[in-house]
């Protein structure tokens, strides 16, 4: 054997120094090449160093291999490969080698049984922990303060808190590592109030406090939602009395603490008292700000870039963290502007292609309207995940682009993502908007196949979907499937139930909601509000006003005082209706004063119409909405001069009406009209067949004896080519869909009185059910005749 080379005193000290020195794993196959050729009775020393530097380089593959081809082994030898197929995810494997070692009649040690637990550890295994547990109480072992702390650390991190304290209150010895495994074992698990008591038990031993032991205690009363702010206080102090408060770790972990619980004054005294605080903790304080989502505005806003400021003029660098915090804040402030100067900041850092930071950028756009710039946002990303398509996607359904939002989630698909519970959830309520069921049922089964159908979130965004797609049976039998139920469930079978005039079904699934115990909230409320006002529900209807406030301290929102407005209304009290808006606090909102004037046009009465319209006119001079229904109603009344006036008064002041468009969902996918539409492929085949139903339904009138449905038809129907959107989409249903098929047609107005009866008549005379959906609720026809029961 050749000596070693100067100034190595033997060939292993010289390998050694070679191993120490490698960087990389073809380093240390290279080393054991030469060990193999010019060292071949190297020691059992050096050949467990070249087992630890396979393991500390990521090759515990090549580990294996090398401790088979070992003349003899020893316990370190089998300990490191236990620990790096550990470390390595590879927990079968560690387990594996800890078995082989057993029967290769190596002793295991301490540190043997400590690298088989932390492998049951990160493997959640821990019913094989119990079995390693056995052995190390067999080898008396189990009591020795380092197997113990494994031991506690394994069930803490298997979620089987009474088994780790168990072995704590055992252990003959306990040092830091004991505590603090136990703390964080019960932070993990939740169980707050065992953690606070093992944390006074520590106070009590008279054991000194480090700063993991108090970050967990800090990290339990930030997550713990019913920590007050005094014991977050006294947390504070013991951190003082232990010397600690220059800990940035724990003076960030207090920030955070404090703004959680709603002090954050007290995370502002903090914050200003840290010496030299680092960009973690200026991460804590900005962060701290956007905790409470509704108190954000111009003042916590201008205290973000305030902090922001200060934190490059100390000559920080800006963190991914750093960045979407401020552009939570200015997300939440509605501050656009300040947010596209932070856009720019991270295009300077060459921050924005960062996942993390893409998806409060998408927010932050779509949230201001600008979605075209939150798509560039998501388009510019180098990595896309599922949190950041979710984004994009939520921000074509709030911006009202649903066919954006689902052409996206099909190309999600394609791509080979799972989507999420929320990224579903999101997709349903685009399909709600669109009314498209078929689509919804398509990804209702996605989701079942996913697994997601058992969640609670789900069964309300199918609940939502039926129900705005019109088939409300399919919404309450979604709601019967459901095993758990929340406030949002029953507010929305109840607001289902109600848009399609089932006003006493919406009632009696309202009362057996009471019966459950479940408490209900402003939208439970609405729901049962529109159901009285659509089913003349009168004195009901103000009674259920009446339990929201007192019994259940809710104030009325503007939604709900329209609902009074339109219950009222309807049933011709208007001058009660008139009463109650001027004596509410939404006497200055155009939409309660609009409800109000479609009743007054409903009731002929059109001098208090004029009054309401002028008191509109004066809030809202450019809504297209009033003047509508103001000269609708001058022409009901003959008035043919004033409607004149009404229709010259929109064109001096530039206002222009929203034009009708309706829809219909087959299966070659959703066909759009337009008012005297000629623009569709079929368009010849669907005036033919509506001529053809309006020409049967006129006979059918005009022998039954309705005059005015008749004269209507024949006066308004003759010139077909400016015939109302809805007409013609229904007529395509009829063309395309079976029989049994109901005919499902949406429309972004609400639904005219010609309209409405034609449609009734159309039901009775193709023995077809037609469903139609307005801007206001659902409208059933079946055999000539509609579910609001003409009270609409």
């Known amino acids: 054997m050749p000596p070693p080379p100067p100034p190595f005193v033997s060939m292993d000290a010289f390998y050694l120094h070679l191993l120490r020195s490698c960087a990389a794993l073809p380093h240390v196959a290279a080393v054991h090449a030469h060990i193999a050729r010019a060292h071949p009775a190297a020691s059992l020393f050096l050949r467990n160093s070249l087992i630890a530097a396979y393991c500390r380089l990521g090759g515990p593959l090549p580990a294996a291999r090398l401790l088979d081809e070992m003349p003899r082994r020893n316990s370190v030898s089998f300990n490191l490969l236990i620990d790096a197929y550990s470390r390595a995810g590879l927990a079968d494997h560690s387990l594996g080698t800890f078995a082989r070692s057993r029967v290769s009649g190596v002793k295991a040690d301490r540190f043997t049984y400590a690298a088989?637990?932390?492998?049951?550890?990160?493997?959640?295994?821990?019913?094989?922990?119990?079995?390693v547990h056995a052995l190390a109480v067999l080898e008396g072992l189990s009591k020795g303060v380092f197997v113990s702390n494994s031991l506690i650390s394994m069930y803490a991190r298997c979620g089987e808190m009474d088994e780790a304290r168990c072995v704590f209150d055992v252990t003959d010895e306990h040092d830091d590592v004991s505590w603090n495994s136990l703390l964080s074992g019960y932070v993990r698990a939740g169980a707050r109030e065992e953690m606070l008591k093992v944390f006074a038990l520590m106070c009590r031993c008279g054991l000194g406090w480090n700063s993991f032991a108090l970050g967990s205690v800090i990290k339990c009363c930030s997550s713990g939602v019913d920590i007050a702010v005094h014991i977050a206080e006294a947390v504070h102090g013991c951190v003082v009395k232990a010397g600690l408060d220059t800990d940035v770790f724990l003076a960030s972990a207090m920030i955070d603490m404090y703004a959680k619980r709603g002090a954050l004054s007290n995370a502002v005294a903090l914050f200003k008292s840290v010496q030299d605080p680092n960009v973690i903790v200026f991460n804590a304080m900005i962060a701290g700000f956007c905790r409470d989502e509704a108190a954000v505005g111009k003042e916590v806003m201008r205290e973000v870039l305030n902090l922001y400021s200060e934190l490059l003029s100390r000559g920080m660098e800006p963190t991914e963290f750093t960045f979407s915090s401020v552009l939570q804040a200015c997300n939440l402030a509605g501050e656009l502007k300040f947010g596209k100067q932070i856009h720019g900041q991270l295009l300077k850092h060459s921050l924005q292609g960062d996942d993390y930071i893409g998806s409060a950028l998408i927010d932050l756009y779509s949230n201001s309207g600008c979605t075209e710039d939150g798509y560039r946002c998501f388009r510019s990303l180098y990595k896309q995940d599922i949190v950041t398509w979710t984004s994009m996607i939520s921000g074509f359904v709030q911006n009202e682009l649903f066919e954006k939002a689902l052409?996206?989630?099909q190309e999600l698909l394609r791509y080979g993502l799972k989507p999420d519970l929320f990224t579903i959830s999101s997709v349903m309520n685009a399909c709600a908007s669109l009314a498209v069921a078929r689509t919804g049922e398509q990804i209702q089964c996605f989701a079942t196949k996913s697994g997601f159908n058992r969640f609670t979130v789900m069964g309300n965004s199918c609940i939502h979907m039926y129900a705005r797609s019109g088939d409300v049976d399919a919404a309450t039998l979604r709601f019967q499937e459901m095993e758990s139920r929340d406030v949002v469930s029953w507010s929305a079978v109840i607001?289902?139930?109600?848009?399609?005039?089932?006003?006493?079904?919406?009632?009696?699934?309202?009362?057996?909601?009471?019966?459950?115990?479940?408490?209900?909230?402003?939208?439970?409320?609405?729901?049962?509000?529109?159901?009285?006002?659509?089913?003349?529900?009168?004195d009901e209807?103000?009674?259920?006003?009446?339990?929201?406030?007192?019994?259940?301290?809710?104030?009325?929102?503007?939604?709900?005082?329209?609902?009074?407005?339109?219950?009222?209304?309807?049933?011709?009290?208007?001058?009660?209706?008139?009463?109650?808006?001027?004596?509410?606090?939404?006497?200055?909102d155009p939409v309660v004063w609009r409800s109000l004037l479609a009743s007054c046009r409903i009731h002929g009465d059109i001098e208090r119409g004029q009054l309401v319209a002028?008191?509109?006119?004066?809030?809202?001079?450019?809504?297209?909405?009033?003047?509508?229904?103001?000269?609708?109603?001058?022409?009901?009344?003959?008035?043919?001069?004033?409607?004149?006036k009404t229709r010259d008064l929109m064109k001096e002041r530039g206002v222009k009406k929203e034009p009708g468009l309706s829809w219909i969902e087959l299966k070659s996918g959703v066909h759009s009209f337009v008012a005297g539409d000629r623009s569709h492929p079929e368009s010849n085949a669907i005036y033919q067949k509506l001529a053809e139903m309006l020409s049967k339904i006129e006979k059918v009138a005009s022998t039954g004896g309705a005059s005015r449905v008749s004269n209507d038809i024949s006066s308004r129907e003759q010139n077909l080519e400016g015939c109302h959107s809805e007409k013609l989409a229904v007529a395509f249903g009829m063309i395309h869909l079976p029989q049994s098929a109901p005919v499902r047609v949406l429309k972004n107005l609400r639904v005219c009185r010609d309209c409405h009866s034609t449609m009734k008549l159309i039901s009775g005379s193709e023995n077809r059910e037609i469903i139609l959906r307005d801007a206001i609720r659902f409208h059933h026809f079946r055999g000539g005749a509609c579910s609001c029961g003409d009270y609409w």
């Open 116 to 131: 088989a637990l932390a492998a049951c550890s990160r493997a959640g295994d821990v019913r094989t922990g119990k079995a």
């Open 407 to 409: 052409r996206l989630f």
């Open 495 to 538: 607001s289902s139930h109600a848009q399609h005039g089932c006003a006493k079904d919406a009632l009696r699934i309202f009362n057996e909601m009471m019966d459950a115990e479940v408490v209900p909230n402003e939208i439970t409320f609405l729901g049962v509000l529109t159901a009285c006002s659509h089913g003349g529900l009168v």
């Open 541 to 588: 209807g103000l009674r259920y006003y009446e339990i929201m406030k007192m019994e259940y301290g809710l104030a009325p929102t503007i939604k709900h005082c329209t609902c009074v407005v339109d219950l009222l209304g309807r049933a011709g009290r208007l001058g009660d209706a008139e009463a109650f808006i001027r004596d509410s606090v939404f006497r200055d």
């Open 614 to 644: 002028d008191r509109i006119m004066e809030l809202e001079p450019t809504s297209s909405a009033s003047y509508v229904i103001l000269y609708n109603m001058y022409l009901d009344a003959g008035e043919l001069s004033l409607a004149s």
